[in-house]
């Protein structure tokens, strides 16, 4: 049984990465001033993050039905028996609510997993799922192993500025000017669903200390003494220099030094464009 498997650009995985992996991934629609452009298709990250500077409205879509409906069609016609298609968290986006909807007219050929992940929790779903399909799995143990699976993982994210959780009405006007007069520096947590607080601390190097002692602890408390598979760590981020990439990922290896990999990866635009430049993310899930 030939099981093809698709997700969007919220994992990461877009373009001839893609291709070059096999799997299929849809863009996210994203509206500047207006006009709409698709995330790894006809606008690059710094594209778009150089908008944010200069001040335009930005904001994210959801992939249109006829989008998904159509790439649904053109992979089954190339031979594919089954689709599993990975969107991100339906706690972040009405996405895989919406394509759980569309599946149902497919009968049995699309299973839409809600794993509750986003960025480079959520790429390691989707290659774990590849490399389901390639063993032989079908598309109904492939979502039943990743909706399992799905809480497995932990991402914390530090914002440089306030100004875009503001714009997005996150948190209020008020809040926001006074963490930027005191220089304080909100924590965001996705636990499997939303975007939420996990504190406030002053400065990003503190920031910084404050993210890799929660990952450690959500490690000691919630998998230590658990049977897992090798431990994947990862760093995500818009437009970080490549010494603070560096610099994070070491950091992550003296927390995890048993991880079988440490790696970076942007964060998708779609939370870009609520935390803005300079936002940084560290997260662990298991291979």
Not at 17 to 40: N, Q, R, Y
Not at 182 to 197: C, E, F, R, S
Request: hydrophobic share 40%; charged share 25%.
């Amino acid at each position: 049984m030939r099981v093809a498997i698709m997700t969007d650009t919220n994992s990461g995985i877009m373009g001839r990465e893609a291709e070059e992996l096999g799997i299929f991934s849809i863009p996210m629609p994203v509206i500047i001033e207006e006009e709409t452009f698709f995330e790894g298709k006809n606008i690059t990250e710094e594209e778009f993050y150089r908008a944010l500077g200069e001040g335009k409205r930005a904001s994210t879509s959801l992939p249109s039905p006829k989008t998904v409906l159509d790439t649904w069609d053109f992979v089954l016609s190339q031979g594919y028996e089954e689709i599993v298609y990975i969107p991100m968290s339906s706690g972040l986006s009405n996405s895989c609510g919406a394509a759980a909807g569309m599946a149902l007219d497919y009968e049995g050929k699309v299973f839409v997993v809600d794993n509750h992940r986003i960025s480079i929790t959520l790429r390691e779903a989707v290659l774990k799922a590849k490399r389901l399909a390639d063993a032989g799995s079908s598309g109904s143990q492939i979502k039943r192993q990743l909706e399992k699976e799905a809480y497995d993982a932990s991402i914390y994210i530090a914002v440089d500025t306030l100004e875009y959780l503001k714009k997005g009405g996150r948190i209020t006007p008020a809040a926001a000017m006074i963490g930027t007069v005191l220089h304080m520096k909100p924590i965001l947590t996705i636990q499997g669903d939303k975007l939420d607080a996990y504190a406030k601390v002053r400065g990003m190097k503190k920031c910084q200390s404050c993210m890799l002692e929660a990952v450690s602890q959500d490690f000691e408390r919630r998998f230590a003494g658990k049977e897992h598979p090798q431990m994947i760590a990862g760093v995500a981020g818009t437009c970080l220099p490549q010494d603070k990439v560096e610099e994070w990922k070491q950091a992550l290896r003296e927390v995890f030094p048993l991880a079988q990999e440490v790696y970076y990866n942007a964060l998708p635009i779609s939370i870009g464009c609520h935390v803005g430049p300079g936002a940084v993310g560290i997260g662990f899930c298991f291979r």
